[in-house]
């Protein structure tokens, strides 16, 4: 097995136990047992609500041996330097994503690809790009290596805060609009 590989697999098991350690904090009984800080980080990651199922992916354990527990993951999964709701600015289910740095989830990437490279894509169009749309097509193009291709608006985490921007990103994403400008000014017919 290979470096690359042996990082992959722990990678999915970070993940993985990010989603049991954060679904038993969202099935204890006593949350408040728990600091503040561990349960703001219990609402990250996603967990589907599933009231006959979720009991069945939480821990046993006591409040203190839960906040040990949830130490280890989030300190390696915070070693990724992924992008997350925090890097968010406004309410994503609020604004238009068309022409914004999108933050797109880790859920909807694979493992490998588990970056803030292909974290950051520029929204270019499509319905899903309006939050009042019933289409959830967004089409967009990535500030790490200029791939194109569409998401579905549930995707995103969110519109990316300027404040965030890496200078990688506000470079390519200069060149793309740089790219855009000629295009829509010669896209019209001349009279004579």
Known sequence: MCRFERIVIRL?????????LSNTLREMAQPRQVSEEVRKWSRLPWVPPDGKHNRQ???EASAQ????LIRQPRTAY???GLFGPEHCAGDPFKLDYEGKVLVLSPDAL???HWCPKDQLWLGQGGFGCAPD???QAVYSVCLGDGEETRWNRVDFIGVLDEQYLPGWAAE???ELQANEQPEA??????MT
Do not use: D, T
């Open 12 to 20: 999915v098991i970070i993940i993985r136990v990010c989603f049991v």
């Open 57 to 59: 992916f939480a821990v």
């Open 65 to 68: 041996q839960l906040e040990a």
């Open 78 to 80: 915070q070693a990724l």
């Open 110 to 112: 694979r493992e490998r």
């Open 133 to 135: 749309s019933r289409g």
């Open 172 to 174: 390519k994403l200069a």
């Open 185 to 190: 000014s010669s896209g019209g017919m001349e």
